[in-house]
């Protein structure tokens, strides 16, 4: 676990995300942190994050969570982040490393179901419980052999556990907005000087949205 890649990645005098210089002392006993933020870089994805060994475990989910018990997302790996990338939301200055607008769209704690994590990660099958604002329940991220462009490159799959959490309610389309702002993409893009026609891509289509109700 460590914050190298991450750092060599971005230029701190030009994003306003965080440089994870400051160790952030993790005090025992207190609750492991679980977040999602919705990203509208190049391409949309959601970022899920776990809280171990002082950093954000991460992994790009590009279609999102399902609350489906048999609909696999794919996730892939990405560098660890710090514990302060956690409460960040805003605008990555386009032509930076992942330039484009970041949404908290959940928050939370979550709870390994096993006691060794650390194999668990190493074996490439864990199971745990979230407590998010829109997520919950029991889970499973597991490894498995890469997809398409990249068929030696580990890819994760992230899937809900049957139980009284599981829906077919498509959860990113019902749940658009920030859990700390209830904006949408465009706001933040607008409020933070993004690119809002780039943003509003990635927010559920007004149409959609009529026709739910
Ligand atoms: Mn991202």
């Known amino acids: 676990m460590s914050l190298t890649e991450y750092q060599r990645k971005r230029r701190f005098d030009v994003t306003p995300e965080p440089s994870g210089a400051k160790e952030s ?9 679980y977040l999602i933020q919705k990203h509208r ?12 060994n002082g950093v954000l475990l991460s992994w790009a989910v590009p279609k999102g969570p399902s609350l489906d018990p048999s609909v696999k997302r794919l996730a892939t790996p990405v560098e660890d982040h710090p514990l302060d990338y956690g409460n960040f939301e805003g605008v990555i200055p386009e032509g930076e490393y992942g330039g484009g607008t970041v949404m908290l769209w959940d ?8 006691e060794d994590v650390s194999a668990a990660l190493e074996k490439g099958d864990l199971k745990f419980t979230l407590h998010g604002k829109k997520l919950k329940g029991s889970w499973v991220l597991v490894r498995t052999r ?3 462009k990249n068929p030696t490159r580990p890819s994760w799959l992230l899937i809900k556990h049957r139980d009284d ?6 959860v990113t389309e019902s749940e658009p907005y920030s859990v700390v702002s209830r904006r949408l993409l465009a706001d933040i893009a607008r409020d933070g000087g993004g690119d809002v026609a780039k943003a509003s891509t990635g927010d559920p289509s007004v149409k959609k949205r009529r026709s739910k109700v």
């Open 25 to 33: 002392a993790r005090k025992a006993g207190k609750a492991l942190a």
């Open 41 to 52: 870089a190049t391409q949309l994805h959601y970022d899920f994050r776990l809280e171990w």
């Open 107 to 114: 928050q939370g704690t979550w709870e390994p179901e096993l």
């Open 146 to 148: 890469g997809f398409g």
């Open 165 to 170: 959490f599981a829906s077919t309610e498509d």
